[in-house]
T-cell receptor, first 115, second 113 residues
């Protein structure tokens, strides 16, 4: 595997379910990101981790819980989601921070549908 | 915070013609402006970027121009090909202390063979 991988690629869940999204980067980067991509809206940054430490949380509801056990892996734990949370969730990584000096590499995303 | 506006939202061109996508930003401290291409079923991929100390940058058929005074930047694709069909996003980042890229809403480009 190369680059940034995400699993699963598609996920359908009920509002009472608990699920997790997984991201893995094979680039040796130190920073990882979660973005939400909804139709006709800009990419929304959710969380930023640098060297496993969370550096940004953009007022994301607590039903989204990130976890970064090491610099190569990033998880997004989901529980009691709402239908409006349906979107494409993208993971990205960069060598370091800040965003203005380090190219971000994106994974293919997980298409999430909340019923 | 930063706000990035992108136009048009959709663009159709004949193969071989040029395509231009324009973005404006609000934060005069922003100094890094990347462009991403997102193909169907894939994540965005950086295609070109420009920093505020440069007015224009070119890479083969792709060029980006920046007007800091007017706070707008544009992506130019010449001699378009069907494989250029994708969604293009502009973004801006506000200086060395900013961890964030602020993205535009995207432009869906269709190149008609």
């Amino acid at each position: 595997e190369t680059g940034v991988t995400q699993t699963p690629r598609h996920l359908v869940m009920g509002m009472t379910n608990k699920k997790s999204l997984k991201c893995e980067q094979h680039l040796g980067h130190n920073a990882m990101y979660w973005y939400k991509q909804s139709a006709k809206k800009p990419l929304e940054l959710m969380f930023v981790y640098n060297f496993k430490e969370q550096t940004e949380n953009n007022s994301v509801p607590s039903r989204f819980s990130p976890e970064c056990p090491n610099s190569s892996h990033l998880f997004l734990h989901l529980h009691t989601l709402q239908p409006e949370d349906s979107a494409l969730y993208l993971c990205a990584s960069s060598q370091d921070l800040p965003a203005g000096y380090n190219e971000q590499f994106f994974g293919p995303g997980t298409r999430l549908t909340v019923l | 915070g930063e706000n990035v506006e992108q136009h048009p939202s959709t663009l159709s061109v004949q193969e071989g013609d040029s395509a231009v996508i324009k973005c404006t930003y609000s934060d005069s401290a922003s100094n890094y402006f990347p462009w991403y291409k997102q193909e169907l079923g894939k994540g965005p991929q950086l295609i070109i970027d420009i920093r505020s100390n440069v007015g224009e940058k070119k890479d083969q058929r792709i060029a980006v121009t920046l007007n800091k005074t007017a706070k707008h930047f544009s992506l130019h694709i010449t001699e378009t090909q069907p494989e250029d069909s994708a969604v293009y996003f502009c973004a801006a980042s506000g200086g060395a202390g900013s961890y964030q890229l602020t993205f535009g809403k995207g432009t869906k480009l269709s190149v008609i063979p």
